[in-house]
C-alpha cells in the first residue's frame, strides 16, 4: 500500500462511486428534459436538476484536484510521471487499488488486473463465482492501453508488433480478436514494468516474469525504453 493509500482510495472510491455517478444521473435527467422527453416535468423540476447537476460537477472537480495533490505526493508517481499516457487519475487509480507489498509477483498482479491466463484460457468471470480480479483495476487497464494508441506512447509499438503478428499468424482470428489480444499484451508489459519498479523503489523482492524465467523467452521489454527511470536516480535526487 502507498503512503497515503488510504486516503488515495477513499477519494478515488468518492469521485467514482458516489460523486461521478450522482453527475452522470443528473446530466442524464437533464439531458431527457432539455429534449423534452420527460413532458411531465415542469420549470421547477429543470431548475433542480441542472442545480444538482453543476453541483455534483463542481464537486468531481474539486476531488479531482484533491486526488492530483495526494498522489503527487507519493513517491511512486514521480517514476509514473514519466509514462507517456498516464496522467495523475490513471496514476492515483493504480495506486489506489493495487497493494504492492502484498504482490510478490508480477502473475498476481495480472491475475488482480483481470489479466491472468489459467489453463491456458485468459480467466473470465463465471456465473456464481467470486471474482478474482478487480473490475474497476480492470477497466483502469484498459483505458490506459487505449491512451497509449491514442498519445502514441511508446507502449504502442508492443501493440502494433502483437496486432500484426496475430493477424498474420492467426487467420481463424476476427480483427476484434487480434485488436483485443495485442491490448492484452501491452497492458501486461505495461504492468509488469509497473511492478518491478514499485517493488525496486519499495525495497522489496523481485524476480523475472514467469514468461521469461520458466518459458525461456529471450525477447525482454526493457522499462527503460518505455519512459521508466531507474529507482536509484529519483531515490537519491
Known amino acids: 500500500m502507498t503512503t497515503n493509500g488510504s486516503l488515495l482510495r477513499a477519494l478515488v472510491d468518492l469521485r467514482d462511486r458516489q460523486i461521478q455517478k450522482g453527475r452522470i444521473q443528473f446530466g442524464n435527467r ?22 444538482w447537476n453543476e453541483r455534483f ?32 487519475t490513471f496514476a492515483a487509480k493504480l495506486l ?12 498476481a498482479v495480472w491475475r488482480y488486473a483481470g489479466y ?7 480467466e473470465r468471470a463465471k456465473k456464481g463465482e467470486v471474482l478474482h480480479y478487480n473490475k474497476r483495476l480492470k477497466t483502469t487497464c484498459y483505458l490506459i492501453a487505449e491512451s497509449f494508441l491514442r498519445c502514441n ?54 524476480s523475472r516474469p514467469y514468461v521469461h524465467a520458466h518459458l525461456e523467452h529471450t525477447h525482454v521489454y526493457e522499462p527503460a525504453d518505455f519512459g521508466w527511470p531507474e529507482v536509484e536516480a529519483v531515490v537519491n535526487e
Not at 468531481?60 to 486526488?67: A, G, N, Q, T, V
Not at 491472468?116 to 485468459?122: F, K, L, N, Q, S
Request: glycine fraction near 8%.
Open 116 to 122: 491472468a491466463v489459467i489453463d491456458g484460457e485468459r
Open 153 to 206: 506512447s511508446p507502449y504502442r509499438a508492443i501493440y502494433d508488433e502483437a496486432k500484426a503478428y496475430y493477424q498474420a499468424e492467426r487467420s481463424d482470428w476476427t480483427l476484434g480478436h487480434c485488436h483485443n489480444a495485442a491490448m492484452r499484451k501491452m497492458v501486461k508489459i505495461f504492468l509488469s514494468h509497473l511492478w518491478l519498479r514499485w517493488r525496486e523503489l519499495e525495497g522489496l523482492p523481485t
Open 96 to 107: 489506489a487499488f493495487i497493494d504492492i507489498e502484498r504482490a510478490g509477483t508480477v502473475s
Open 30 to 51: 437533464l439531458d431527457a428534459l432539455q429534449r423534452q422527453a420527460d413532458e411531465s416535468a415542469g420549470s421547477g423540476q429543470r431548475t433542480i436538476v441542472e442545480r
Open 57 to 88: 460537477a463542481e464537486m468531481e472537480k474539486e476531488l479531482d484536484k484533491d486526488i492530483r495533490r495526494v498522489v503527487r505526493d507519493e513517491p511512486m508517481h514521480e517514476l509514473l510521471s514519466g509514462i507517456k499516457g498516464v496522467g495523475d
